[in-house]
């Protein structure tokens, strides 16, 4: 079984909206929403992961980040790690450079149903306001 190591960013403004993208038709667990983020590589802490992912996905300079949790899920194909943070300081505007379809969302009406389940507890904890 493949283990990943993978940090994701929780992009939230000053308005308390939390910036989604879509997950392409062709990957793992195909059109669900999700907080942007990839893969930590070789020889990258988790924070430094992020802050290159960030930029490849949506295009922002991570200023800020602070880690809020981690999660471990295991799929049929594939064991993951997903170490959350949370980014409210950041240059730039994010977009979906991949072309991935995204949006905002107020953060209390974030829907844990469309997202991967490895990420259900951490939108139920913001939906409650925990963060």
Known sequence: MK?????VGIIRNDKKEIFLTQRASTSHM????EFPGGKIEAGE????????E??????????????????????QEVSVILHFYLVEQWGGEPWGKEGQPQR???????NADEFPPANIE???RLVR???
Do not use: D
């Open 3 to 7: 283990h990943l190591q993978v940090a």
């Open 104 to 110: 905002w969302v107020p953060q209390t009406h974030l």
């Open 30 to 33: 195909a059109n669900k929403w």
């Open 122 to 124: 951490m939108v139920e």
């Open 54 to 75: 960030l930029m490849e996905e949506t295009g922002i300079v991570v200023t800020e980040a602070l880690a809020v949790g981690t999660a471990n899920h295991t799929y």
């Open 45 to 52: 802490s988790a924070l430094e992961g992020l802050t290159r």
């Open 129 to 131: 306001g925990e963060l």
